[in-house]
């Protein structure tokens, strides 16, 4: 199946510093790569995805990189605000299924 | 919002006693999917149904059992809880298949087995 593993578990950054999060996943058929935001307590919510196509997607102060050959991916955050600390998931669509399967999580936190 | 609901929203219950949640879509999207988050481990999937009566296993389904009779409704049933099934369950639902699709998730399901 896949695996998908999330770096870092927890981020602090100043608030206006940028954020960046790294996630790898190991099966090579994988060719969707959503983002998922989860604010405390709410549900998690697609924020940005990529496609196996492309190999960076932007969409305002957020980002995603997709690396194929290295088999990782990445998520961009600049200019952070103190409404983007929360906890993100990454996943990937590969495995016999073709199922999402998701990274472990990263908090992050966007100190004032 | 994708019109999900979940319910109940909290439950405590006893080792041993059957559970079930339920979820109710009223989007009439085809895919629907029980998920739950723990510290740690993100979210995996339980089950998920491709149809009524249309469903397959996740990748931690011992345990758990699930029912769809008609497009709506989705059901997660714990035969006998354990303590390890403490967690947080949130129901999904996609229009297509889920592989390259956006997710909805329902407002979750805090379960706590004592």
């Known amino acids: 199946g896949e695996n998908v593993e999330q770096h870092p578990s927890t981020l602090s950054v100043q608030e206006g510093d940028s954020a960046v999060i790294k996630c790898t996943y190991s099966?090579?058929?994988?060719?969707?790569f959503p983002w998922y935001k989860q604010e405390l307590g709410k549900r998690p919510q697609l924020i940005i995805d990529?496609?196996?196509?492309?190999g960076e997607k932007k969409d305002q102060r957020i980002a995603v990189t997709l690396n194929k050959t290295a088999k990782h991916f990445s998520l961009h955050i600049t200019e952070t605000q103190p409404e983007d600390s929360a906890v993100y998931f990454c996943?990937?669509?590969?495995?016999?299924?073709?199922?999402?399967?998701f990274g472990s999580g990263t908090q992050l936190t966007v100190l004032p | 919002d994708a019109g999900i609901t979940q319910s109940p929203r909290h439950k405590v219950t006893e080792t041993g006693t059957p559970v079930t949640l339920r979820c109710h879509q009223t989007?009439?999207?085809?895919?629907m999917y029980w998920y739950r988050q723990d510290p740690g481990h993100g979210l995996r999937l339980i089950h998920y149904?491709?149809?009524?009566?249309?469903?397959d296993k996740g990748e931690v389904s011992d345990g758990y059992s699930v029912s769809r009779s008609k497009t709506e409704d989705f059901l997660l049933t714990l035969e006998s809880a354990t303590s390890s099934q403490t967690s947080v369950y949130f129901c999904a639902i996609s229009e297509s298949w889920t592989g390259d699709e956006k997710l909805f998730f329902g407002s979750g399901t805090q379960l706590s087995v004592l």
């Open positions: 989007e009439n999207h085809r895919y």
């Open positions: 996943a990937a669509n590969g495995g016999s299924a073709r199922q999402l399967t």
């Open positions: 990529i496609r196996s196509n492309v």
């Open positions: 099966d090579s058929a994988s060719n969707y």
């Open positions: 149904s491709y149809g009524v009566k249309d469903t």
